[in-house]
């Protein structure tokens, strides 16, 4: 595959805010996908829900061999990782709250749903711009799903916000 190189252009072909998720949006998720996501957290499932409600913005059913998978978030699973640190405090074996605090498992749970196995990575950064424009760099000809991923935390809502970028 080509790179689309660092001076491309690239246009939006679909962009996804759920900020916050609507009430119903875990329901949504099963019928997009066919089935209710079992054994991840609530993090892994907001990145499910937005990055699909997103390519189906696109018209894209599944997303395309090479094209990358970045996502980013200021905390990433951090409900999961407080619940998995309170069960190893409280004396309980390696519990399995631990595997989803674990961004890799949230990026394969996404690219299941997807109908998707490639380049895929997670970044935790407070500059979403620079998040954006390395995600870029040596992306191909089949482009970039764009993920910020963030549970509910203090007064602020949750979000899943995506966007679909291919070169123009």
Known sequence: ????GPS???????HFV??????????????????????VGLWTELAMYGARCCL????EAALP????LRVASLRGAWGAT??????????????????QSQPALMLAEVGRC????????????????????????GATKDGLLFGIVEEERNDEPARSEWWRLVPA
Do not use: N, V, Y
């Open 1 to 4: 595959m080509s790179s689309a």
């Open 8 to 14: 491309t252009l690239w246009r939006t072909a679909a």
């Open 18 to 39: 759920a900020h916050p998720p609507p009430e119903d949006w875990r329901d949504d998720l099963a019928k997009r996908i066919g089935r209710r996501p079992r054994r």
């Open 56 to 59: 189906d913005a696109a018209g």
């Open 65 to 68: 061999a090479g094209a990358r």
């Open 82 to 99: 407080h619940a998995g640190l309170a069960q190893l405090d409280a004396g309980l074996p390696m519990p399995f709250t631990f595997m």
């Open 114 to 137: 997807l109908e998707w196995q490639g380049d895929a990575s997670f970044m935790l950064c407070r500059d979403p711009l620079q998040l954006l424009q390395l995600s870029k760099l």
